[in-house]
């Protein structure tokens, strides 16, 4: 006697793709993790890329994907004409819908009008065409205003999680903001404050389309070594990883040992930095005398701390 299995319980629950500016890319695992995380909960994930990666160095994890990565680079108007004309009747929307994103790019002044259509036009037939329900992009940039075109040829809803230079710089354009939103299905950031600063920057922006989802960590990546017991030593050894700059918020960081939380124990603590240019670096002062802190370049530290401490912002 055989049994089968119903294949139904491995088909995906649902397929998504992703619109993004350069996958894979080093400096943003955090978007590889969701992927991964996606595709452990039966999601089914796709990856649109707008460019080549140019890191030449890769995350170990990328190998645990399943999903397949689609090129969308720029090229010749007459070799995407040539494109849309394979997919099957039907698929490549008539041009009246042609005219509703020319006339979002247009109203918004966004460059490269032509080619952005164009690639528009061809991600959507494929989209169409492996099944996408949904389409989700990274930063409130260039990744965001394709899915939003995409949307406005094909009816495949999309959302966007925003970041930071797409939130706080003087340059972002509000009203594209507020209409990136208002088009979207539902809008993400990672911390309240993002999302206060989005809705007390953006006028008439839909704040209930956007949600704060904070950044996880796979805690299984932290084990304590078996030959140590967590906060038993003397100083405790605690360590931060980030980018010495105002929005990492390591000010924070220095200021807990000054606060009146820590003034019972005894602290030996290392931020672990990136920065551009070291003598341009503003290092926020620690009065504390109970505790010392020490700032290093490169070094691998975590298995000596007791606990990683991650930037509040």
């Known amino acids: 006697m055989t049994s089968k299995t119903n294949s139904s319980e491995h088909e995906p629950k649902l397929k998504v793709a992703y619109i993004l500016k350069m996958f894979p890319r080093l400096s943003e695992t955090f978007i590889l993790n969701e992927i991964l995380e996606l595709e452990r909960q039966n999601v089914g994930v796709d990856v649109f890329s707008l460019m080549p990666p140019g890191d030449g160095r ?39 819908r042609w005219q509703n994103a020319a ?3 247009k109203e918004h002044a966004i460059p490269k009008d032509l080619d952005m259509l164009l690639r528009a036009l061809f991600i959507g037939a494929k989209a169409k065409e492996k099944g996408i329900q949904h389409l989700h992009a990274h930063f409130a940039t260039v990744s965001t205003r394709m899915a939003a075109l995409v949307n406005i040829l094909y009816d495949i809803p999309f959302s966007f999680t925003c970041h930071a230079k797409d939130i706080f710089r003087e340059t972002v354009n509000r009203n594209l903001f507020r209409d990136l939103v208002d088009r979207s299905a539902f809008a993400i950031t990672v911390s309240d404050f993002n999302r206060d600063y989005i809705i007390e920057k953006t006028s008439g922006v839909d704040a209930t389309k956007i949600h704060r989802l904070y ?26 990883v980030g980018r010495l700059v105002p929005k ?8 807990l040992f000054e606060s009146s939380l820590t003034k019972d124990l005894i602290w030996n603590s290392t931020s672990l930095a990136t920065v551009k240019n070291k003598k341009n670096c503003k290092i926020w002062p620690i009065t504390s005398n109970s505790m010392g802190m020490s700032i290093s370049w490169g070094l691998s530290l975590l298995k000596r701390s007791e606990e990683f401490v991650r930037n509040p912002q």
């Open 58 to 96: 890769f995350h170990g994890s990328l190998s645990e994907l399943k999903l397949t990565i689609d090129f969308i680079l720029r090229e010749k108007p007459e070799s995407y004409w040539d494109k849309l004309s394979k997919f099957s009747p039907g698929v490549v929307p008539h041009m009246d």
């Open 103 to 105: 006339n979002f790019l």
């Open 215 to 240: 950044n996880g960590i796979n805690l299984d990546f932290f084990e304590v070594p078996k030959d140590r017991s967590p906060l038993k030593a003397s100083p405790i050894k605690l360590i931060s």
């Open 248 to 255: 990492r918020a390591s000010m924070y960081f220095s200021r």
